[in-house]
């Protein structure tokens, strides 16, 4: 099975500031990889597909990049809004694994 | 608009079962695979199990293979997850979502509560 290994697992920050969240595959994934953003209570939301295509509706501050097993989610000037835990899927499987999550909250 | 509904969750007794069910609309859903995934309180995202379009092939985790049973009924538009000798380990929000299977997860339903405790 393929593992997901996001870090970190934790970040503060402030508005305004760029953030950016690794998520690692234990083989490669071509590009099959997926960003979600979750906010407590709700339903995960699909932010990015496909390694770096921009859902619709997802604001032009995310951007995702990398191929292989390595895979960056990036915010490029932090919102109130942004707020919520995040995390990386590959769907390179059957069985789509996530990574464990990183918790962006205020500093 | 892609609206998924689901239902059946509940508190059951260790060893019991639930049928949990994800109405679905919007969307030809016969023509998409439909996946479930759960979330322990306070812990991350895991994919339990998918099923494709016509219902003929089925997909597990390890964690829940022998144990759950995915199914779908495309006249009702409606998805189906059986489970069953539950754990206390199976405590979770399960959710319903499009496609997650070699393709990523999107929409979600809003989950149902799923508790496993004596």
């Known amino acids: 099975d393929i593992q997901m290994t996001q870090s970190p697992s934790t970040l503060s920050a402030s508005v305004g500031d760029r953030v950016t969240i690794t998520c690692r595959a234990s083989?490669?994934?071509?590009?099959?990889l997926a960003w979600y953003q979750q906010k407590p209570g709700k339903a995960p939301k699909l932010l990015i597909y496909?390694?770096?295509s921009l859902e619709s509706g997802v604001p032009s501050r995310f951007s995702g990049s990398g191929s292989g097993t390595e895979f960056t989610l990036t915010i490029s000037s932090l919102q109130a809004d942004d707020f919520a835990t995040y995390y990386c899927?590959?769907?390179?499987?059957?069985?789509?694994?996530f990574g464990q999550g990183t918790k962006v909250e205020i500093k | 608009e892609v609206q998924l509904l689901e239902s059946g969750g509940g508190l059951v007794q260790p060893g019991g079962s639930l049928r949990l069910s994800c109405a679905a609309s919007?969307?030809?859903?016969?023509?998409?695979?439909m996946s479930w995934v759960r979330q322990a309180p306070g812990k991350g995202l895991e994919w339990v199990s998918a099923?494709?379009?016509?219902?003929?092939?089925?997909y597990y985790a390890d964690s829940v293979k022998g144990r759950f049973t995915i199914s779908r009924d495309n006249s009702k538009s409606t998805l189906y997850l059986q489970v069953d000798s539950l754990r206390a380990e199976d405590t979770a929000v399960y959710y319903c979502?499009?496609?997650?299977?070699?393709?990523?997860?999107?929409?979600w339903g809003q989950g149902t509560l799923v508790i496993v405790s004596s």
């Open positions: 979502t499009k496609d997650c299977s070699r393709s990523n997860c999107d929409p």
């Open positions: 083989q490669s994934i071509s590009t099959w």
């Open positions: 099923i494709s379009g016509s219902g003929g092939s089925t």
């Open positions: 899927q590959e769907y390179n499987s059957y069985s789509g694994t």
């Open positions: 919007g969307f030809t859903f016969s023509s998409y695979a």
């Open positions: 496909k390694a770096s």
